[in-house]
C-alpha cells in the first residue's frame, strides 16, 4: 500500500496490486479501505490454507499417497532448481485428486450461503414452498453413503476418473466453492491457489510424523477446521538457492 501511495508502483503485478489500485469512477478515491483488502485477502487465503493443510494430514497418516504426490510433483516439474508454477497445473492429476478429496471429506464451511425458493418445487421427494430459505449441508454431501464408497475414507483415486482440472463439482455430490448461476466466481482462482499451495508443500519438503507419534490427529472444530493445528518435520529437498529466492521474494513484498 505504501509503494503504490508513494508511486514506488503504478502497474498491479499480482492480485494484491488489484485490490489496491482500485479506484471509485466517481470520484477516483480507493474503491476498497485497507480493511476491506484485507479481508479481500483472508478470504482468498483462508480457503486453500485450510484445504492444504487437511489434505497433508491425511496424507502423512498414509504415506503411500505422499511417495505418489512427490514423484508426480518432480516428474512434471523436472527440476530442483524451480518452484511448482500455476502452468504445471493441468499435468497434476494426482495433486488436484488429494486436493478435491479435502475439499470433499472437508467442506470450508458447514453449509453454503443461502438461497431463496422463488416458486413452489419437489426436489428429490422433498416440497419445497416458495419463499423458503435453503441451505445445503456441505457435509451431508460430501460424506453421502449413497453417492460415495467409504464415504468418511480419504481416497484421492476415486477422482482420477474425472480427468478434472479444477476443484468445481457441477453435480452436487460436495460443494467447493458452490454452484449455480450464483456460484463462486473465483473458483479458478481457489483451484489454482489451493493446488499450488499443496503441490508447493509437497514439492518443498520431505514430510514426516513427529517422532513420538503414530499418527496425526484428524478431529475436527465446530467450525470444520482442524481440532489441531498440523505439526510434522519438514526436511527441505530442493536446491537451497529456491529457498532463498522465495525468502527474498516475501521480504521484498511485505
Not at 488489484?18 to 480457503?47: C, H, M, W
Request: glycine fraction near 6%; charged fraction near 25%; hydrophobic fraction near 40%.
Amino acid at each position: 500500500m505504501q509503494r503504490w501511495e508513494y508511486g514506488m508502483r503504478k502497474e498491479p503485478e499480482d492480485l494484491l496490486d488489484v485490490f489496491i489500485s482500485l479506484k471509485d469512477i466517481s470520484y477516483g478515491d480507493p474503491l476498497l479501505s485497507d480493511e476491506e483488502v484485507r479481508a479481500q485477502v483472508t478470504t482468498v487465503v483462508d480457503n486453500p490454507y485450510g484445504a492444504a493443510e487437511w489434505a497433508l494430514s491425511e496424507m502423512l497418516n498414509q504415506p503411500e499417497m505422499l511417495r505418489r504426490a512427490t514423484e508426480e510433483v518432480d516428474r512434471v516439474v523436472g527440476s530442483k532448481d524451480r518452484l511448482l508454477q500455476e502452468s504445471d497445473i493441468p499435468h497434476l492429476p494426482y495433486i488436484i485428486a488429494c486436493a478435491r478429496e479435502a475439499v470433499r471429506l472437508h467442506p470450508v464451511a458447514p453449509s453454503n450461503l443461502p438461497h431463496v425458493s422463488i416458486a413452489d418445487c419437489t426436489v428429490a421427494g422433498y416440497f419445497i414452498s416458495r419463499g423458503s430459505s435453503i441451505l445445503l449441508s456441505r457435509p451431508g454431501l460430501g460424506r453421502n453413503p449413497a453417492v460415495w464408497d467409504d464415504p468418511l475414507g480419504f481416497d484421492p483415486d476415486r477422482h482420477l476418473a474425472d480427468n478434472r482440472r479444477d476443484l468445481a463439482e457441477a453435480d452436487l455430490r460436495f460443494i467447493s466453492f458452490t454452484t449455480g448461476r450464483r456460484g463462486c466466481t473465483g473458483v479458478g482462482l481457489g483451484s489454482n491457489v489451493t493446488v499450488m499451495l499443496l503441490g508447493r508443500l509437497v514439492q518443498g519438503f520431505t514430510w514426516s510424523i513427529l517422532q513420538g507419534m503414530e499418527k496425526i490427529d484428524l478431529s475436527e472444530a465446530k467450525s470444520l477446521f482442524k481440532a489441531t493445528p498440523l505439526y510434522a518435520h519438514a526436511k527441505p529437498r530442493l536446491n537451497p538457492c529456491v529457498y532463498f529466492s522465495l525468502l527474498k521474494s516475501m521480504s521484498y513484498a511485505s
